[in-house]
């Protein structure tokens, strides 16, 4: 089994910043793309950014310029930073994973969720 924790999310200004972190552990013998995906209330999840292990990163348009996502593979952890937030970007962040739990055996994780909030 494999758990995703995230951290990081809260209450901020627009214009303001935040930093995600996600933390997978358990029995992972290798993660491919992480990335970080969004909920906001009556919408459906939608993608945030994603980032491969050798760091090639794909971002949604409505972020592009003020997101960064970023890894540490040693500690299978991703980060979002966020920054120039705007009240829009309000939502429940949750990290995903693309992970093998063996050599055979491939699965997508996702965290918990976090919710970022942002006032006008």
């Known amino acids: 089994q494999v758990q995703l924790v995230e951290s990081g999310g809260g209450l901020v200004q627009a214009g303001g910043s935040l930093r995600l972190s996600c933390a997978a552990s358990g029995s992972i013998f ?31 348009d409505s972020v592009k310029g003020r997101f960064t996502i970023s890894r540490d593979n040693a500690k299978n952890t991703v980060y979002l930073q966020m920054n120039s937030l705007k009240p829009e970007d309000t939502a429940v962040y949750y990290c995903n994973a693309d992970t093998y739990i063996s050599i055979w055996d491939r699965k997508d994780y996702w965290g918990q969720g976090t919710q970022v909030t942002v006032s006008s």
């Open 30 to 60: 290798s993660i491919n793309a992480m990335g970080w995906y969004r909920q906001a209330p009556g919408k459906q999840r939608e993608l945030v950014a994603t980032i491969t292990t050798v760091g090639r990163t794909n971002y949604a």
